[in-house]
């Protein structure tokens, strides 16, 4: 961090904070896009900070990390994206502790908001492999803060949402990696068999990388990879997650179809997924790290809803050339006619974290109120926290609830639930009271006071709450509703309200009108032709 040209690169930071006008709150200006479902309308009335050219790898060193192991850590400015960290470390014959899937994730993004990945069984979160970070104050003042120099500050930066400062640099724990990644899959029909096994597996580390993945009530995957100097002859995979030409099956769906031999609706109606269906194969490093990024895991399929036709390869280049495009301009905000918060009513997008030892209760508890297919299921090492420090619990005294085990499993629910009648902040609401850690990656529930309340005597002692958002501006909030409110449903073809416009029905005709004159004029003029 002590690099020239990165300090020049701080300090006009550092002066654009000074500049801010009086009265107005603070939010960055970056090259990649943003990656909350959230609507970002507040940015609007904001005085921006361009960040965007923090975005190099300062250097490598030797060090230890969270957990007290010596390792090589990466010295990452923080606009460095997932991809640029794992090619350059790589290069070294390392790769982050802990990669989540989305290639142009930032450092930053990542320290503010967190993720997870399969290795997060034995490295926690992102947050957790984090060391040090270098971060701007409200008043224009450069900390750099660790768990040994900082405890408080840098406990209440990571995860903040940007509220409390702005990342100009973090230094991330690597992990020594190997060109290919091997997987094992073993499939159950049983849900007690299967969570005896995830949990057997959970517990004793098995493995490099560790998830599952529920296709159905009557099909659980278990997931276990390692690294693999080479491909062993062993059948390989490439989902090429960057690759928007290839058309190659998602990585879902090549478990779905080439590894059970199944499809979307035989698995959602009941159909069984028994023993070990193909027990070996083997993908590139980079591409497994990023390998649920191209179809966003299964949500495009989701929104399309078009199971036959996502089959096939050329439907499948269509929708990626259009995913890029519209990620590019608006990144997870809306980019269509609906907003976030209209989404929501239609289709869930929440992670829920669950004690490991809850987690039969927490998968039932989805497949029953919800129905939503697949689940994902990412077993992440609590322990690795610092959220157990006296001065967090005094404001989050929830935050114990989840180190009663070692292990928490985020079950990501992603998809259009088939169980009705689905009230959105009804169900919502309760799946977040009944899970041990809720996410605010999509709407949330959490009484909005409480948190503005719990927050403001931190923000106030680092010069934050004049200057940055707070979170709750950041996340949407839903409070309480009236009984209406409460009952409202699902909006009426809302894939096609999406697409077209709340006045689809007129549109559409009108398309068809179009384009059966156009078919009209074709066919009088070869009539005329072969007259």
Not at 128 to 141: A, D, I, K, S
Not at 492 to 497: D, N
Request: charged residues 20%; hydrophobic residues 40%.
């Amino acid at each position: 961090m002590d690099d020239i040209s990165h300090v020049h690169r701080v300090n006009a930071v550092v002066s654009a904070v000074k500049a801010r006008p009086e009265g107005q709150k603070i939010s960055i200006r970056k090259a990649t896009p943003g990656h909350q479902l959230h609507n970002g309308g507040w940015k609007r009335s904001c005085h921006r900070v361009d960040v965007s050219s923090l975005d190099n790898v300062l250097g490598f060193v030797e060090g230890i990390d969270r957990a007290g192991a010596p390792t090589l850590l990466a010295v990452c400015e923080g606009q460095v994206t997932m991809m640029t960290l794992v090619r350059a470390s790589m290069a070294r014959g390392y790769i982050p502790q802990v990669v989540p899937e989305f290639p142009d994730f930032t450092v930053a993004g990542l320290v503010n908001g967190d993720g997870i990945q399969s290795s997060a069984f034995r490295y926690g979160t992102f947050t957790h492999t984090v060391t040090e970070l270098e971060v701007v104050l409200g008043n224009g003042e450069v900390r750099r803060v660790s768990k040994a120099t900082d405890l408080e500050l840098f406990t209440f930066v990571l995860e903040s949402y940007g509220s409390m400062a702005i990342v100009t640099a973090a230094v991330v724990a690597l992990r020594p990696c190997l060109p290919f990644v091997r997987t094992q899959y073993t499939a159950f029909s049983d849900l007690d068999q299967f969570i005896t096994a995830f949990d057997g597996a959970v517990r004793s580390q098995m493995g490099d990388f560790l998830e599952g993945i529920v296709y159905g009530r009557r099909c659980y995957v278990l997931i276990s990879s390692s690294f693999a100097s080479s491909q062993e002859n062993m059948r390989q995979f490439d989902p090429k997650p960057l690759d928007v030409e290839s058309g190659e099956q998602y990585y879902y769906q090549y478990i779905r179809r080439v590894v059970l031999g199944g499809d979307s609706r035989n698995f959602k109606a009941g159909d069984p997924a028994s023993g070990v269906m193909r027990p070996i194969d083997v993908i590139p490093t980079e591409s497994f790290v990023f390998r649920s990024s191209r179809g966003l895991y299964w949500m495009l399929e989701t929104h399309i809803n078009m199971d036959a036709m996502m089959k096939y390869a050329w439907f499948r280049r269509l929708l990626d050339r259009k995913v890029c495009d519209a990620m590019k301009s608006k990144g997870f905000e809306s980019n269509g006619h609906l907003s976030p918060e209209e989404s929501q009513r239609c289709v869930v997008q929440q992670d829920m974290g669950i004690m490991l030892k809850r987690l039969k209760e927490g998968i039932e508890w989805v497949e029953n109120r919800l129905g939503v297919y697949p689940l994902w299921l990412c077993p992440v090492a609590a322990k690795r926290s610092l959220k157990t420090a006296p001065f967090y619990l005094a404001l989050h005294p929830e935050a114990a609830k989840c180190m009663a085990d070692e292990y928490v499993v985020d079950i990501g629910v992603y998809g259009e639930p088939t169980v009705q009648p689905f009230h959105h902040r009804r169900i919502v609401r309760a799946l977040q009271e009944f899970v041990d850690a809720p996410s605010m990656w999509g709407v949330c529930y959490k009484p909005k006071e409480e948190l503005v309340a719990a927050w403001k005597p931190i923000r106030d002692k680092y010069h934050a709450t004049d200057v940055f958002v707070g979170v709750e501006q950041k996340v949407t909030f839903q409070g309480e509703e009236s009984e209406q409110l409460l009952n409202e449903g699902p909006i009426f073809a809302w894939r096609l309200v999406d697409h077209h416009g709340w006045y689809w029905w007129l549109k559409l005709p009108l398309i068809a009108a179009v384009v059966l004159y156009g078919v009209a004029k074709v066919i009088g003029v070869l009539w005329a032709y072969c007259a």
